[in-house]
């Protein structure tokens, strides 16, 4: 069975980037949906991003588009999330998921058939 683990989480000032990864392992990425979602305490998880397996279309969250980006290095198995002009309604828990089903609803990975262990990102002067 594989699992997806993610870095790249920290503290940052406002105005500044941080890059997420999420690297999958005893599975392969390729043919798989995959996406972040965040929650910030005291709210509902949120879907940021999401990218399809069947024609890598991209998807966000209003709230990041132009902000954030998602790519794929499937030679590294590996999902990052770009994340440039941070500010703190960005402070969350991150988490990457995939879905091996392939598409995307918007922003949101479907179904998850695997799910990150969730990495810190703090947005603070």
């Known amino acids: 069975q594989g699992q997806l683990v993610e870095s790249g989480g920290g503290l940052v000032q406002p105005g500044g980037s941080l890059r997420l990864s999420c690297a999958a392992s005893g599975f392969r990425l390729d043919y798989y949906a995959v996406g972040w979602f965040r929650q910030a305490p005291g709210k509902e998880r949120e879907g940021v991003s999401c990218?399809?397996?069947?024609?890598?279309?991209?998807y966000y969250a209003k709230s990041v588009k132009g902000r954030f980006t998602i790519s794929r290095d499937n030679a590294k198995n590996t999902v990052f999330l770009q994340m440039n002009s941070l500010n703190p309604e960005d402070d969350a828990v991150y988490y990457c998921a995939a879905d091996r089903a392939g598409d995307c609803d918007r922003e949101h990975v479907q179904d998850p058939d695997y799910w990150g262990q969730g990495t810190q990102v703090t947005v603070s002067s």
């Open positions: 990218m399809s397996s069947s024609d890598d279309s991209t």
